[in-house]
């Protein structure tokens, strides 16, 4: 009998030291059946918890590897998941990170949002200043000509930068807080003060495509083409097709930000206020 409780003890204390280091990330069982009894999914699309217990995850980014980078906001650090669940510090010592880019030379840039900064980590490095005097930078994104547009929520701009001095701006007059860019290199931003999503022509023109988002915070495009964007306030994800159609691909969530996609055409969302990601899958 004794070896049988030294056993179950020795078990019990690797299973705690596994989730202490996040080499069990996600939920199973009727455990997470019990934590997302509110997600209510669209037909077709299955919901999973990817991982859980971070300190405000948002700003997700997945590499070719699968690997999942996350901004956590609350513990000013950016953390690395990889495909079977482990955890890698990656940094820490920053002050609200909230969202990450990668370059093909494999640098990680972190907005700062209250120090109106964009970071790099450069691979073996601390993070360093890249680009500062920025009016509350929220979100990253590099475009087909290697410019890194920054959107600026109190700056009321999108700003690209060719490099760390040479910016210019793409559009202006609104607070933006997401954006991605089509196939054909159409950029798509959230103005969060007018709810609604638009198209920017090359000019800076802006197009109004969805209106009446309840808090748009980041944005995704699908294989489909069609274009993935959180509401926060409602607790739901939105599929918006280019001509404005929308539908509810999930709804319970909460405070969903920053979606983003894998290789394998798996979408993540951040719930950051629980501090968990979910992995949705279906046809995007």
């Known amino acids: 009998m004794q070896w049988k409780i030294r ?37 077709g699309i299955t919901v999973a918890i990817w991982a859980k217990e971070l300190r405000g995850p948002r700003g997700l980014l997945v590499d070719p590897n699968g690997s999942m980078w996350i901004a956590e906001e609350d513990g000013g650090a950016v953390t690395k998941i990889g495909k079977d669940g482990r955890r890698e510090t990656v940094a820490t010592g920053m002050y609200s990170p909230h969202d990450l880019e990668t370059d093909s030379g494999g640098n990680i840039y972190v907005a ?22 920025l009016r509350s930078p929220v979100d990253l994104a590099f475009n087909a000509k290697g410019e890194l547009l920054v959107c600026e929520l109190v700056g009321n701009r999108v700003t690209a930068f060719s490099s760390s001095k040479k910016g210019r701006t793409v559009v202006e007059g609104f ?34 495509i969805a209106l009446d988002i309840d808090g748009p915070i980041g944005i995704a495009i699908g294989r489909s083409g069609d274009l993935y964007v959180p509401a926060r306030g409602a607790g739901k994800l939105l599929r918006i097709k280019p001509d404005g159609t929308r539908t509810t691909v999930a709804e319970g969530l909460t405070t969903p930000r920053d979606p983003a996609f894998d290789a394998a055409g798996n979408l993540f969302i951040a719930e950051t206020d629980v501090g968990r990601v979910l992995k949705l899958s279906g046809d995007f």
């Open 112 to 133: 700062e949002t209250p120090t109106g900064r964009v970071l790099i980590i450069s691979p073996g490095r601390k993070p360093r200043a890249y680009i500062e005097g």
């Open 7 to 43: 056993f179950v003890t020795s078990l019990y204390a690797l299973i705690l030291a596994l989730q202490s280091t996040g080499a069990i990330a996600q939920a199973s069982g009727a455990n997470a059946n019990s934590e997302l009894a509110k997600v209510k999914a669209a037909p």
């Open 175 to 208: 607070r933006p807080h997401g954006l991605a860019f089509g196939k054909d290199g159409t950029v798509y931003v959230n103005d969060t003060s007018g709810r609604r999503l638009v198209r920017v022509s090359p000019g800076g023109k802006v197009e109004p």
